[in-house]
């Protein structure tokens, strides 16, 4: 199952990719997502920042963030908030990103 997925979202992020719009990667906007578990980081800037993010669970329940504060890009924001957690993240579409590992 999980291959499979995998396989998936690599196809998903190939045709992403050539489809991403490089000025809506570089439009700054504040943040302001306290230390928790990473999941929920995840999901509040999900949330808050219009981003579809797709995770495993598995990936991320374990996982804790230190949490993010100021003006910066979704792509800073992502680094950010998965940094030291060997996960990345990899845009599908301009308005969806997947969680994976390194």
Do not use: W
Request: glycine residues 8%.
């Amino acid at each position: 199952m999980r291959t499979l997925l995998a396989a998936a979202v690599a196809c998903l992020t190939v045709v992403g990719l050539s489809h991403a719009d490089d000025s809506h990667a570089s439009i700054k906007k504040n943040f302001n997502i306290p230390a928790q578990g990473l999941g929920a980081a995840l999901q509040t800037l999900s949330k808050d920042q219009d981003v579809h993010v797709v995770f495993m669970l598995e990936d991320v329940n374990q996982l804790s963030t230190s949490g993010i504060s100021g003006e910066m890009t979704v792509e800073e924001a992502l680094g950010q908030l998965l940094k030291g957690t060997g996960l990345r993240y990899e845009y599908v579409d301009q308005e969806t990103v997947t969680i994976v590992p390194m």
